[in-house]
Nanobody, 117 residues
Protein backbone atom coordinates (compact mmCIF):
# COMPACT_ATOMS: atom_id res chain seq x y z
CA UNK A 1 0.00 0.00 0.00
CA UNK A 2 1.12 3.61 -0.45
CA UNK A 3 2.81 5.28 2.52
CA UNK A 4 2.11 8.90 3.44
CA UNK A 5 4.34 11.15 5.51
CA UNK A 6 4.87 14.81 6.27
CA UNK A 7 1.81 15.64 8.33
CA UNK A 8 1.94 17.58 11.55
CA UNK A 9 0.80 20.61 13.46
CA UNK A 10 1.11 23.98 11.74
CA UNK A 11 -0.20 27.46 12.38
CA UNK A 12 -2.66 29.25 10.14
CA UNK A 13 -0.92 30.50 7.04
CA UNK A 14 1.84 27.93 7.28
CA UNK A 15 2.92 25.25 4.82
CA UNK A 16 3.44 21.53 4.77
CA UNK A 17 4.57 19.10 2.12
CA UNK A 18 3.12 15.63 2.23
CA UNK A 19 4.78 12.71 0.51
CA UNK A 20 3.24 9.54 -0.83
CA UNK A 21 5.61 6.70 -1.64
CA UNK A 22 3.86 4.22 -3.90
CA UNK A 23 6.64 1.80 -4.73
CA UNK A 24 4.34 -1.10 -5.58
CA UNK A 25 2.40 0.80 -8.24
CA UNK A 26 3.57 1.44 -11.75
CA UNK A 27 2.94 5.09 -12.55
CA UNK A 28 2.30 4.11 -16.16
CA UNK A 29 -0.80 2.25 -14.95
CA UNK A 30 -1.95 4.11 -11.84
CA UNK A 31 -2.87 7.64 -10.94
CA UNK A 32 -2.20 8.91 -7.44
CA UNK A 33 -4.98 10.82 -5.73
CA UNK A 34 -4.96 12.70 -2.47
CA UNK A 35 -8.06 12.54 -0.30
CA UNK A 36 -8.79 14.00 3.10
CA UNK A 37 -11.24 13.31 5.87
CA UNK A 38 -12.00 15.61 8.76
CA UNK A 39 -13.56 14.32 12.00
CA UNK A 40 -17.24 13.62 11.49
CA UNK A 41 -17.04 14.42 7.81
CA UNK A 42 -16.97 12.37 4.65
CA UNK A 43 -13.94 11.72 2.51
CA UNK A 44 -13.08 14.52 0.09
CA UNK A 45 -11.16 14.11 -3.10
CA UNK A 46 -8.49 16.82 -3.25
CA UNK A 47 -6.07 16.46 -6.17
CA UNK A 48 -4.86 13.78 -8.53
CA UNK A 49 -1.96 13.25 -10.88
CA UNK A 50 -1.36 10.69 -13.56
CA UNK A 51 1.73 10.27 -15.69
CA UNK A 52 1.05 11.51 -19.16
CA UNK A 53 -2.33 12.97 -18.24
CA UNK A 54 -1.50 15.84 -15.94
CA UNK A 55 -3.12 17.05 -12.77
CA UNK A 56 -6.67 17.54 -11.63
CA UNK A 57 -7.94 19.65 -8.76
CA UNK A 58 -11.25 18.56 -7.27
CA UNK A 59 -11.66 20.85 -4.30
CA UNK A 60 -12.29 24.53 -5.02
CA UNK A 61 -11.12 25.55 -1.57
CA UNK A 62 -7.55 24.40 -2.26
CA UNK A 63 -7.11 25.99 -5.68
CA UNK A 64 -4.17 28.35 -5.66
CA UNK A 65 -2.94 26.94 -2.34
CA UNK A 66 -2.26 23.21 -2.88
CA UNK A 67 -0.23 21.69 -5.68
CA UNK A 68 0.52 18.10 -6.61
CA UNK A 69 3.70 16.86 -8.22
CA UNK A 70 5.49 13.60 -8.76
CA UNK A 71 8.98 12.20 -8.92
CA UNK A 72 8.44 9.19 -11.17
CA UNK A 73 11.95 7.89 -10.61
CA UNK A 74 11.16 7.62 -6.90
CA UNK A 75 7.53 6.53 -7.31
CA UNK A 76 6.67 9.40 -5.02
CA UNK A 77 3.93 12.01 -5.23
CA UNK A 78 3.98 15.23 -3.24
CA UNK A 79 1.21 17.45 -1.97
CA UNK A 80 2.47 20.96 -1.30
CA UNK A 81 0.06 22.82 0.94
CA UNK A 82 0.44 26.55 1.42
CA UNK A 83 -1.62 29.19 3.22
CA UNK A 84 -3.11 26.53 5.43
CA UNK A 85 -6.40 27.21 7.18
CA UNK A 86 -8.13 25.55 10.13
CA UNK A 87 -10.64 23.90 7.79
CA UNK A 88 -7.75 22.06 6.13
CA UNK A 89 -7.39 20.03 9.32
CA UNK A 90 -7.94 16.38 8.39
CA UNK A 91 -6.31 13.05 7.88
CA UNK A 92 -4.80 13.08 4.41
CA UNK A 93 -4.65 9.86 2.43
CA UNK A 94 -3.05 9.06 -0.86
CA UNK A 95 -4.38 6.29 -3.03
CA UNK A 96 -3.27 4.49 -6.15
CA UNK A 97 -6.26 4.50 -8.48
CA UNK A 98 -6.69 3.40 -12.06
CA UNK A 99 -7.80 6.84 -13.16
CA UNK A 100 -8.24 10.24 -11.61
CA UNK A 101 -11.79 10.47 -10.39
CA UNK A 102 -11.88 6.98 -8.97
CA UNK A 103 -12.48 6.50 -5.28
CA UNK A 104 -11.72 2.79 -5.32
CA UNK A 105 -8.08 2.01 -5.12
CA UNK A 106 -5.23 1.21 -2.79
CA UNK A 107 -5.10 3.60 0.14
CA UNK A 108 -2.36 4.39 2.57
CA UNK A 109 -2.95 4.72 6.28
CA UNK A 110 -3.03 8.49 6.21
CA UNK A 111 -1.16 11.33 7.84
CA UNK A 112 -2.72 13.85 10.21
CA UNK A 113 -2.61 17.54 9.36
CA UNK A 114 -3.70 19.94 12.07
CA UNK A 115 -3.88 23.68 11.46
CA UNK A 116 -4.12 25.76 14.61
CA UNK A 117 -5.59 29.24 14.73
Amino acid sequence: QPVESGGGLVQVGGSLRLSCVASEYNFDDYAISWFRQAPGEGRERVLCIKKGEGRKVYLDSVKGRFTISSDNAKNTVYLQMNSLRPDDTAVYYCAAVLKCGDYDGYYGRGTQVTVSS
